[in-house]
């Protein structure tokens, strides 16, 4: 972490003038790591410590994010539900969005033990509150979207991508899947936005930039896919998700991996082909990390009976 200059400093004071607890106070602020779509600071005033995301909305003109309204209040929801950090306020200039600190450490998912156990009970909250988000995610449209932004900024898309496409078609058509049905999903879990509390040693979700209602069996074959899980350690996730091993549903999660990874490739194509001099971030190596799970789940040898158990009847057709 490093200190920030003055003038930021005045950005984050207008921020947090509009709460009770927080307005008036002088502050000392300094960056986090990560933050690849947004500023983020931890904030202190002497006694407190709170969290500051100051927005960019570059990301949301390319195609990356959702519009800012949405990620706010979606922000708001999973604070309400008890699976996201408690929020403080919500500014609209500069906009930006204040936090409680939640005190704990990043937890590995693919090399803890209990990571599973853990991030279950996290998961049932959210998918089971029975609450909504403001934007629906089809994966398979989401993905569509993103190499079509790629496309229009003149980004080459990886050999092959025509070909992935029109299995993605055909896995749309076996998954079937129906928004009636959708939940309220994260859809970005991987160790660094999982906060793992000092005092419960619970599991804590934090930013929610790509949030949105979709398919239970898509945020956990995200989840397996977006950190690494090799084959036994994502049936355990989808074996304790589902509470049993249900064929199907485990099927139609293995999938999924693919339909993230697919989607994630898009992602970083799109990110990579609109990255900033400044940006640090590796996008090009989350997208290798990215294609090359993506081959490794359509190649498995197991992959074409995973179509066939999770086909609904009128996919076989």
């Given at each position: 972490m490093t200190i920030v200059p003055d003038t930021e400093i005045t950005s984050i004071e207008a921020v947090l003038s509009s709460s009770p607890e927080w307005g008036g106070c002088h502050v000392t602020a300094r960056s986090l790591s990560g933050g690849q779509a947004h500023k983020n600071y931890l904030v202190e005033d002497g006694q407190r410590r709170c969290v500051v995301k100051l927005w960019n909305n570059y990301w949301e003109t390319v195609g990356v994010l959702p519009a800012a309204h949405v990620?706010?209040?979606?922000?708001?929801?999973?604070?309400d539900i008890g699976v996201g950090a408690p929020v403080i306020t919500v500014s609209a200039e500069p906009l930006a969005l204040a936090l409680d600190f939640v005190a704990g450490g990043h937890p590995k998912l693919n090399a803890d033990e209990d990571s599973i156990a853990r991030l279950v009970p996290a998961l049932h909250r959210l998918h089971h509150s029975g609450r909504r988000f403001l934007n629906d995610?089809?994966?398979f449209d989401q993905a569509k979207q993103r190499m079509a932004a790629a496309k229009k900024h003149g980004i080459e898309l990886p050999p092959g991508a025509t070909a992935i496409q029109a299995l993605m078609d055909r896995l749309e058509t076996v998954l079937a899947l129906d928004?009636?049905?959708?939940v309220p999903c994260h859809l970005d879990i991987w160790?660094?936005?999982?906060i793992k509390q000092t005092s419960s040693m619970t599991y804590n979700i934090i930013d929610w930039d790509l949030a949105g209602n979709s398919d239970p069996c898509y945020e956990?074959?995200?989840v397996a896919a977006q950190n690494g899980f090799g084959q036994?350690?994502?049936?355990?996730l989808f074996q304790a998700?589902?509470?049993n091993d249900d064929p199907v549903k485990i099927a139609r999660a293995r999938l999924f991996m693919a339909v993230a990874h697919w989607?994630?490739?898009?992602?970083w194509i799109t990110a990579l082909g609109n990255a900033r001099p400044n940006d640090d971030a590796d996008y090009a190596g989350e997208l290798r990390a990215s294609w090359e799970g993506l081959i490794t789940e359509i190649t498995s040898p197991d992959f074409p009976e995973l179509i066939k158990t999770a086909a609904t009847p009128a996919a076989l057709v």
């Open positions: 990620v706010l209040e979606n922000t708001r929801i999973a604070a995610i089809n994966p928004p009636a049905q959708f160790d660094a936005n999982i956990v074959g995200f036994e350690k994502a049936h355990a998700y589902f509470g989607s994630n490739s898009g992602l």
